[in-house]
């Protein structure tokens, strides 16, 4: 009971007035509808959430007369997200990320570089330089397992936010938003092109001496694109071929037939990526052009200590001279 003369609640009477019991959306339920939004379709959906596509269906049903909302317009082949739907999946998102957080710091007790970390790399950095972080991180740290995806800046910034990805491997700068970010090293620009082409110009070189349409680039959606323009200095867009590479390897077979010339990161030329061509790499003009290897994760991630650890070993790979100089 409640005696009001002297300001005293019953603590029974508090919880059950004051906080009435409610039902709450569970996380798979939440899961399910984050799906729904990415992949289009409640079959694969369903899929990606290994169930089957009746308790995916079910499970958002749930949520909709939990909340008394409707979420997802159906019809009987195609759906839409409601404007409140989408909103629900973007505050979803945000909650499955700090629900994964928090089973991190439990599983991850027992010590820092222990348990499985989910990392992503862009395609000019992954296939020079993974291979090496595996190895030396399973040489240095066996207990800990990279997992990795290779993909755009774009995309992968995209799956840190909603906590697909624990850490990403990126080419610096580039706008990160909120995430934290710790630098690795600087990976030098080279350019590259066949020999001939090399005994025309001067020592050094400018680009006013390369024929117009004769550098070729990767897709814009490439980041590196934009840094080797801007850290070589090539502001004349006549130089610029139209056609867009979609990967460095094919960049080298382009410039490997004579039609040009490229800019390669000093990290792929270290790989062999110019092995068993008849390709030379020369300082582009102007000052030393050089990318930077950098590391992105989540603020609210209970494992910065392993993410500095792996720091450290990726330092040691992409700046080794550095580091033995230390």
Same mark, same amino acid.
């Given at each position: 009971?409640?005696?009001?003369?002297?300001?005293?609640?019953?603590?029974?009477?508090?919880?059950?007035?004051?906080?009435?019991?409610?039902?709450?959306?569970?996380?798979?339920?939440?899961?399910?509808?984050? &799906?729904?939004?990415?992949? %289009?379709?409640?079959?694969? &959906?369903? %899929? &990606?959430?290994?169930?089957?596509?009746?308790?995916?269906? +079910?499970?958002?049903?749930?949520?909709?007369?939990?909340?008394?909302?409707?979420?997802?317009?159906?019809?009987? %082949?195609?759906?839409?997200? +409601?404007?409140?739907?989408?909103?629900?999946?973007?505050?979803?998102?945000?909650?499955?990320?700090?629900?994964?957080?928090?089973?991190?710091?439990?599983?991850n007790q027992g010590g820092v570089m222990q348990g499985s970390i989910r990392l992503g790399c862009i395609p000019t950095i992954a296939p020079f330089l993974l291979s090496r972080l595996v190895k030396s991180c399973s040489h240095t740290y066996p207990e800990l397992e990279l997992l990795l995806r290779e993909d755009t800046t774009a995309n992968l910034l995209k799956l840190l936010e909603h906590g697909e990805l624990d850490l990403l491997i990126l080419a610096l700068p580039i706008d990160v938003g909120g995430f934290h970010c710790k630098s690795v090293g600087e990976d030098p620009f080279k350019m590259v092109m066949r020999r001939e082409l090399a005994a025309t110009l001067h020592t050094p070189f400018d680009y006013r001496e390369l024929p117009n349409q004769s550098i070729f680039l990767l897709e814009r959606e490439h980041c590196l694109t934009e840094h080797a323009l801007s850290a070589c200095q090539l502001r004349d867009k006549d130089k610029i071929n139209p056609f867009a590479a979609t990967s460095l390897h094919t960049l080298v077979e382009m410039v490997g037939a004579g039609l040009g010339t490229t800019f390669l990161p000093q990290m792929a030329i270290d790989a062999g990526i110019l092995n068993n061509t008849d390709l030379i790499a020369l300082p582009p003009p102007g000052e030393q052009a050089s990318r930077e290897i950098g590391l992105v994760w989540r603020p609210s991630t209970t494992r910065v200590q392993t993410f500095y650890k792996i720091a450290e070993l990726l330092r040691t790979l992409v700046c080794p001279k550095a580091a033995d100089a230390q």
């Open positions: 009971m409640i005696d009001v003369s002297l300001g005293i609640i019953e603590p029974s009477l508090l919880t059950q007035s004051v906080f009435p019991m409610q039902r709450w959306p569970s996380l798979k339920q939440l899961h399910y509808l984050v &799906a729904l939004d990415e992949h %289009k379709n409640f079959n694969r &959906a369903a %899929k &990606a959430c290994h169930v089957s596509q009746s308790t995916l269906s +079910t499970g958002i049903q749930n949520l909709e007369e939990m909340m008394n909302l409707q979420l997802v317009e159906r019809d009987h %082949k195609s759906f839409i997200m +409601t404007p409140i739907g989408l909103e629900i999946v973007e505050r979803a998102r945000h909650l499955l990320s700090d629900a994964r957080d928090m089973m991190e710091l439990g599983q």
